[in-house]
Every structure is written in structure tokens, then in C-alpha cells.
């Protein structure tokens, strides 16, 4: 509600609501409106779409106090009451998660990343491949290796238990309904059962690694976790399975994007062949071609492309009063490509990341979110992704069957469709 008229802010009203108009073209449905009428629209009587970087910077800045940040697109009012419940526990497991996610055990997994990733890249033969499935997969290596990896038994079952969970959550998520919560649907029950798959790939695994003797410092983030939980078992279950989601569907899009525009851009190919092979070990830090190009890709192809909060208690945002329920929801893609914030937006240009200026307004760069609940894998997913697109473009000739696939973005921004063949050189 605005402060002085006790009205929304204006937005599109379409003739059965704007969930139609948005469910066809959904990118194009936010571009129009912000035309129409700037960066702060309503969706609906109880939604309102902010698209100006630094009041989504002050949204996210404000979450965990007036914002809370589990929250569907556009999911009905009644679902936040439990939302809020779950902040304590996620926190919780937040603050666990940073002692191990950070620079030093991440570097010492990325010789078994680049390893997991060749074999994946190995298993294609070289054929025509759902070049997503592929991405995923590989991601999904290397955030069990991460979490898992240290004692060197196969991370395989996790990976593949991961696979079951999150495809069978996504395809309930990418839907633009959402059926009565009592339903049992078989999409539903598949989803119980690749929840129940997960739990027991984990539970397997912390078993297996409680009867290990300990070592001297910890083998892999597992390690971590056991050392400062030894109680209630659900305090390391649910970080972990909560991590092996989230670092699996994101991270697998982003390198999809990468290999993609790898083959379309061969002058940038051969730039990163260079610097791979001028370091020789494929571990080696210090690639800083190769990072430009990621961060270009997650500028243009920001997995997280839509993201949202739900309004935990009275606030006001850009001069608009909003009240608990009420959501505010936000694009990074939009932000990514408006031509105020970003010199020639559409085009990509990693060498914009090249020296000590930054290549965009103030907050205007969000791909793993900001504020307290930023991506807590942002520095790993960045370490990963690098590695992986520097060992792409050093050892596969990437040949794309279909380039021109339609932008359809649904829960996470993939190339869906997209086909290519991953030939070692
Ligand atoms: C390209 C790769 C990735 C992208 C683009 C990405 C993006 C994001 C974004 C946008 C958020 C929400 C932030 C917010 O609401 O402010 C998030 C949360 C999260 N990410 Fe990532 N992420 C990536 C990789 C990973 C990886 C590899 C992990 C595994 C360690 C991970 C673990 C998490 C977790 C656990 C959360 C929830 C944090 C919370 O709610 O407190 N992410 N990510």
C-alpha cells in the first residue's frame, strides 16, 4: 500500500489476472510492465514486482527482519506461516555451512572435480547428449565430492539419489499451478520418494563415515559437519541435503549456458585453451579469462533469474507500504540486461570483467542473491564453474545440434532442449 493514498503501486490488470499473460511470455511480461509502469509494479492484489537494484538490494538486505526469503512465485497467502517457522533451523545450518564452504576446502576437492567432470564428459562418448543432463550431472559430481568426497568411496549413489529428488521436485515446481496440498498426484508421490531416496543415499553415508577413525583435520565438508553436530542427526541431514540441491540444478545450468556459448564464441574458446594450457596443472588457481566468462554467463543466464520475498512483518519499500503475506518478487535476469545499469547489456563481452573497475551500478551484479542469505556455495559454485568451463575448453570440441533454442524460463533459467556433442581433443 502506498503511504499517502492507501493504494498499490500500479501495475497491468488482465482479464483473469496476469498469470496468463505471464505464463507465455514470462520475461516479456516483466519488460513490458516495467515500460509501462517503472520498477515498481503490482502483479496482483497481494504481489508486487520490484525491478530498480537498490531496492532489491535493500529487500535482500532486510530479510530474515521484515522480508523472509522461502517463497514461491506467487504461492498463496497461507503457506507463510509455516515459512517463517523454518527460518531458525535454516539459519542454523547457514552458519555451519560457511566454516566449510570456503577457499581453503574448497581447493583441496578440485582435483577430484576435475577428474569427476572428465569422467561425465567420458560416459557422453562423444554422442549427441541433453547437454543439461550432462551439466547437471557433472555439478552434481562436484558438490557430493565437496560434501562427501574425502573418504574415497564413489559419491555415484548420491549423485544419482540427488538426480531422482530434485528432477521430480522440479517438474512440480516449474508448473504454474499448484494443486490442493492433500492431492496425491503421481508427480507428488514422486517426489516423496526421491525426498525418501536422498535421505537414505545421506543417511547411508554419515553412517558409513561415523564408523571411519578421524583424521587430522577434516576430509570434506561431512567431516565438518559430524565434528559440530554429534547430537540430533537431523542438524547434519538437513544442511546437507539442502546443499546437495541447491548446488545440483543451478550450477548444472550455468555450465549448460557456458558450453553453449563456448561453441558460439570459438575467439573466446581458444583464449581460455590458452590459458588452460599455459598453467598446465588443471587444479591451478588463477584464471582470470576463464572466471570473466563465467561471471559473463551468469550475468546474462542467471540461474536464479526470479527470485521473491514474502513480507514478515510492516515495511516499507521505495515509498510503498507493504503488509505480512504480501510478496515482493524481483528478477536478476532484467536487472542483468537494463542498459541503464550495463554498458551494452545484450551483448556478451566477459572482457567487460577485465580490470580493477566495475562493470556495472551499484547492485546491479546479483546472481547468487546478497544480504544474510546469500548462495552459500557462491565462492565454491564460482571455483567449480571455472575449473570446469577452463577443462571444457581445453579438452572438448563442443558441437551444438540445436543453438537457437527459445529462452523458456521456468523455476531455474536452462537451456532446455539443448543439444550438443563433447568430443575430447
Ligand atoms: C551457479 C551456481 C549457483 C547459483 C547461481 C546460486 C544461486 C543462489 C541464489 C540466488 C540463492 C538465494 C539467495 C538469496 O535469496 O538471497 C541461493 C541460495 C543457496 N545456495 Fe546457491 N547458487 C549456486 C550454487 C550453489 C552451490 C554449489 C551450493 C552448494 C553448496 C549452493 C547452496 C545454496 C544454499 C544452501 C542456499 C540457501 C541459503 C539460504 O537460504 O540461507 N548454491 N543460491
Redesign the pocket.
Known sequence: MSEDSGSRPPGPHGLFGNQRAYQRDRIGFLLRNQREYGDVFSFSDVSTVVLDPALIQQL?AR?NAEFA??VSMFSDKGRFERLLSTIPT??AA?RK?WRG?NRSASARHAARLVDAFDRVMKETGGREVDANDVMMRA?GF??AD?IFGGDGRDVAPIVDAVDRAVRATQVLMDRPYRLPSWLATPGRVRMRRGAQGLREAIADRVAARRDLPPEDGPRDLLDVFLESSPGDPEHVHM?LN??LR??YG??G??LTWAARQLALYPEHARALREEAESLGDPTAPGRPLAEAFVKEV?RMY???WF?GREVAAPAELGGWRFEPGEQIMFS?YVVHRDPRWWDRPEEFLPERWDGPESPHARHAY??????P??????Q??MM??TLSVSRLAHRYAIELANPDIPMVPQTILRPLGLRASFAPV
Not at 366 to 371: L, N
Open positions: 535482500h530479510t526469503s522461502e535454516t539459519m547457514r555451512g564452504v555439478a562436484a558438490v565437496f544442511p539442502l546443499m541447491a548446488g543451478a550450477p545450468a550455468a551468469l542467471p540461474p536464479s527470485g536478476p546479483i546472481p547468487f542473491g546478497a544480504g542469505r546469500i548462495c552459500i556455495g557462491n565454491l559454485a567449480e564453474l
